[in-house]
């Protein structure tokens, strides 16, 4: 059997698949939480082979996938660097190897969600695309021909580390005024807590604004318009087919999509003579990193 991982920000999850194509689905899944973010590399690979093992349930391991919330080298061997995880310049595929005693395959958690979506989701038979993560963090894929572009160094798309406010709020990657921290979960939560002075994560932020309070669904606009003005720009720079929003925020749908929209038609050039590609959601939503982690496992397996 093969696994695919995701290991995010704040959780880290693992899954089995079943079927392909159309009929692709998530056969059992298992969610390790972070250790915390000061947590140590062997920590946090800890929790990779934990939330791996719990979904295998004693049946023996072929391969891994992971996807990685960091950049990841052109050879998929190293997390260069990750702003909401401690690996620096860390030989993750090796050491998780050793770890599960099987083989790994290792990328960017953005890339294996556009993995996972031109396989069977959102960009199936799309030519040229653009997929955006927001979960703690922005993460972004790069769609070219049919296949991911990963860049010169592997590491193509980081979107969420554009400066879109000079000067503007610090970012944990140690630059500032990053979309990210204009257009995240992390942002929901300063927003409700800025309005209400307390805290609330982003499935409670979620939770009510499903249940129609305003200030809930004031923050999702809020990250939703900065959401359209980002894509504004790399519509601009990559006039795509389609983009395809992802990562666990975008769980709530057009609460967050329809602000999306709106900021990008109002934040890009000359609407009346262009056509403006759909923003969409991705079929797996938080799951697809570790779908086409998996995907990418077995494609090498």
Request: aromatic share 4%; charged share 20%; net charge negative.
């Amino acid at each position: 059997m093969y696994v695919g991982v995701d290991v995010g920000g704040t959780k880290v999850l693992a899954v089995e698949l079943t079927g392909e194509g159309d009929d692709l689905v998530v056969a059992s899944s298992a969610q390790v939480p972070m250790p915390g973010r000061s947590a140590s590399d062997a920590e946090v690979e800890a929790a990779v082979v934990q939330a791996a093992l719990e979904v295998a349930a004693g049946r023996p391991v072929s391969g891994v996938g992971v996807a990685a919330a960091g950049l990841v080298d052109r050879p998929g061997e190293r997390v260069r660097f990750g702003a909401h995880l401690p690996w620096r310049d860390a030989p993750v595929r090796d050491r998780l190897a050793e770890r599960i005693g099987a083989p790994v395959v290792l990328d960017n958690d953005a890339n294996c969600a556009a993995h996972a979506e031109l396989a069977a989701g959102a960009l199936r038979g799309v030519s040229s695309a653009l997929l955006i993560t927001v979960g703690t963090g922005i993460g972004g894929a790069v769609v070219l021909d049919g296949r991911v572009v990963r860049g010169a160094n592997g590491m193509a798309g980081e979107f969420g580390h554009v400066q879109v406010v000079p000067d503007g709020l610090a970012c944990e990657c140690g630059l500032r005024g990053c979309w990210e921290q204009y257009c995240s979960g992390r942002t929901l939560e300063r927003v409700m807590r800025v309005a209400l002075g307390s805290h609330l994560d982003g499935r409670e932020v979620e939770a009510l604004a499903r249940a129609g309070d305003p200030v809930a669904r004031q923050a999702f606009a809020t990250v939703g318009t900065w959401l359209g003005v980002g894509i504004a720009g790399l519509v601009s720079s990559f006039d795509p087919e389609k983009v395809v929003v992802g990562g666990g925020v975008s769980a709530v749908g057009d609460l967050l999509l329809e602000p999306a929209r709106r900021g990008l038609v109002d934040a890009i050039q000359a609407t009346a003579y262009r056509d403006l590609p759909p923003v969409v959601a991705t079929r797996f939503g938080p799951e697809a990193g570790a779908v086409g982690a998996a995907l990418l496992m077995t494609s090498r397996g």
